[in-house]
């Protein structure tokens, strides 16, 4: 049974540029939520997906948004990225019918802009 | 808004006891958690306490008292795996969850 999986494991990116990343939550799962860890810090939670909708988001910009696709895989986008960006993203799943199921986490990509 | 305070830093040995404080300030949550997290690694569920009271899972046990907004964690005969990050959590309506600062404990032989 896997796990949830993150793609890719590193990224260097500039400032301005634009980026992707990819999460598989674990099986069975239906909920994917994106978190930023920057060092020395606590996950901060960015938004949930939920049936391929952003179901709650925390305190992000515009620029940071997602998708989740049928098969419960999501992504999350960043644009016109910023020196601050740089931190780790993590994904974590969860079944949404628990409302307090436990959430398992990716692990992560680490993300630097240059 | 939502706030979580725990110590930065803890140091023990191994066989020890050592216990994590938690205080938090929100306006309403589902209940509290556990997370452990190795260096570089991802954050793995320890305990979660939905009511007030101790939860014991092996070495480890976790305890929550709502009127006082307080929790801790509570590691027992402590292995030098256990030298991690832990990060007191609040699981708030729609399971986002809230994680405080988290506390480097560092265990020496």
């Known amino acids: 049974d896997a796990g949830v999986t993150q793609s890719p494991t590193h990224l260097i990116k500039t400032r301005g540029q634009q980026v992707t990343l990819r999460c598989s939550p674990k099986?069975?799962?239906?909920?994917v939520s994106w978190y930023q860890q920057a060092l020395g810090q606590g996950p901060q939670f960015i938004f949930q997906y939920y049936e391929e909708e952003e179901r709650q988001r925390g305190n992000f910009p515009d620029r940071f948004s997602g998708h989740q696709f049928p098969n419960y895989s999501s992504e999350l986008n960043v644009n016109a990225l910023l020196l601050g960006d740089s931190a780790l993203y993590l994904c974590?799943?969860?079944?949404?019918?628990?409302?307090?199921?436990?959430?398992?986490f990716g692990p992560g990509t680490r993300l630097t802009v240059l | 808004g939502q706030s979580l305070e725990q110590p930065s830093e803890v140091t023990a040995v191994e066989g020890a006891i050592v216990q994590i404080n938690c205080t938090y300030q929100?306006?309403?949550?589902?209940?509290l958690s556990w997370y452990q997290q190795h260096d570089g690694g991802a954050p793995t569920f320890l305990s979660y306490?939905?009511?007030?009271g101790l939860e014991e899972t092996g070495r480890f046990s976790s305890f929550l008292s709502r009127s006082d907004s307080y929790g801790y964690l509570l590691l027992q005969e402590l292995q030098m795996k256990d030298s991690a990050s832990y990060f007191c959590v609040l699981n708030q309506a729609g399971t986002a969850l809230i994680f405080g600062k988290g506390t480097t404990l560092s265990v020496s032989s």
């Open positions: 306490n939905g009511l007030d």
């Open positions: 099986s069975g799962h239906d909920t």
């Open positions: 974590a799943s969860s079944l949404d019918r628990i409302i307090t199921d436990t959430q398992y």
């Open positions: 929100t306006s309403g949550f589902y209940g």
